[in-house]
């Protein structure tokens, strides 16, 4: 009996987390990570922990029953272990974990590179101030002379990392975990956020929102595909941000599965006055992804240039903001010709994330609190009067 009430309980976990090859498959099949492939799924299983006792038994625990421990994390007191085959799970759960267990989730790119404009490898004359950048600051842009000089308050951007380019070389961009590269080395997702936030103003390419800032970045994303990863890669990513500093932590990511241990962690996070911002989502849907839906953190739909909810959009009554994500020019690797247009509440994420970052930094002794206010209060209204499920508050507007 023993045996199998071990089993059923491992069944009952994995029911979260079966990585999610059913849960991948079905993602990429809905059309909501068009840019990418499912090629690179994992196949682990991978697990919270609840840390009631020794954390250094859970570790030799979980290599004894064939597996390993891929991350501590301190703001929720878990553990993640990770196993190749439900065997060696199994074994681990009958060693008293049964009841601390909590299955891993998948997390996406929320971008969307089949766009009515493909444009890869454009070539400008001079420089190009994007339509989503001249709209967000309403046509007006700043002044060199306006930029804070110091970045008092980091932003720190969860993605696929940030590959060389000449439009990106006066910014100081760091690894917010020292003993990781933030160099990408697959797609140009993080490259295309970053722009968004911090390209240069060089007469050249495209110019960011808070040109020449110094930022930090985590890589979760790897490899030509930047398939998916996991919940734990992103609550551990933030950490080692915060930890490095930032105060802003911007994700252009997501998943249809809710994780306790997740939304756990962001509050925590904003409890500690950390700004905590993420796409809303893909599908087109009235229906919740995360981390974007957890009221702890700051969710961004997307809107084209004539202020109309991209046809993608997911709405909700924890959708916080709207701002461009259809068509979104920006940054990308030498491989993929240095800029692009794409589309997602993706690219919508940083527009939010990138004046969040430059009026803090404008105003540094504003809390995080009072920043969002400050977002949410002169948001321009779209749709039904007020705040609604499809723009929230409306459209984010620096002036």
Not at 237 to 245: F, I
Not at 346 to 372: E, R
Request: with cysteine; glycine share 8%.
């Amino acid at each position: 009996m023993r045996a199998i009430y071990t089993l059923t309980c491992i069944l009952i976990a994995l029911k979260n987390c079966l990585p999610a090859n059913a849960v991948v498959d079905s993602f990429m099949a809905s059309g909501e990570s068009e840019y990418f492939s499912s090629q690179s799924a994992k196949t682990q299983l991978r697990f919270f922990v609840e840390n009631k006792g020794d954390k250094t038994k859970t570790k030799s625990d979980a290599i004894a029953s064939g597996g390993k421990v891929v991350h501590e994390l301190d703001t929720v007191g878990k553990t993640v272990v990770e196993f190749g085959n439900l065997t060696d799970a199994s074994h681990f759960s009958s060693l008293g974990y049964s009841g601390e267990m909590n299955g891993d989730t998948p997390r996406f790119l929320m971008a969307r590179r089949k766009t009515s404009l493909q444009a890869r490898g454009l070539q400008f004359n001079g420089q190009i101030v994007p339509t989503g950048i001249q709209m967000v600051f309403q046509n007006t842009m700043p002044n060199s002379s306006y930029y804070p000089s110091t970045t008092v308050h980091p932003i720190c951007i969860i993605d696929s990392g940030v590959a060389p380019h000449p439009d990106l070389q006066d910014a100081s961009v760091a690894a917010a975990d020292s003993s990781t590269s933030y160099i990408s080395n697959g797609c140009s997702h993080g490259t295309h956020v970053s722009g968004t936030i911090y390209a240069d103003n060089n007469d050249v390419g495209v110019v960011g929102i808070f040109p020449g800032a110094s930022i930090m970045s985590m890589k979760v994303f790897d490899g030509s595909s930047c398939s998916w990863t996991y919940s734990s890669d992103i609550i551990a990513a933030a950490e080692a941000c915060v930890a490095s500093g930032a105060k802003i932590v911007t994700m252009s990511l997501g998943g249809q599965v809710s994780s306790s241990t997740e939304e756990a962690a962001f509050s925590s996070l904003k409890d500690q006055g950390i700004l905590v911002i993420a796409a809303a989502g893909n599908t087109g849907a009235n229906q919740y992804l995360y981390p974007a839906a957890y009221s702890s953190v700051v969710s961004v739909a997307a809107v084209d240039d004539s202020y109309n909810l991209a046809s993608f959009s997911t709405y909700n009554d924890q959708v916080d903001i709207a701002a461009p994500g259809v068509n979104v020019l920006s940054t990308v690797s030498a491989s993929d010709g240095y800029y692009e247009y794409l589309s997602g509440t993706s690219m919508a994420t940083p527009h939010v994330s990138g004046i969040a970052f430059l009026l803090w930094n404008k105003y540094p002794s504003c809390t995080s609190d009072q920043i969002l206010e400050a977002l949410l209060s002169t948001a321009k209204d779209l749709g039904a009067s007020g705040t609604d499920n499809n723009f929230g508050a409306g459209f984010v507007q620096y002036w």
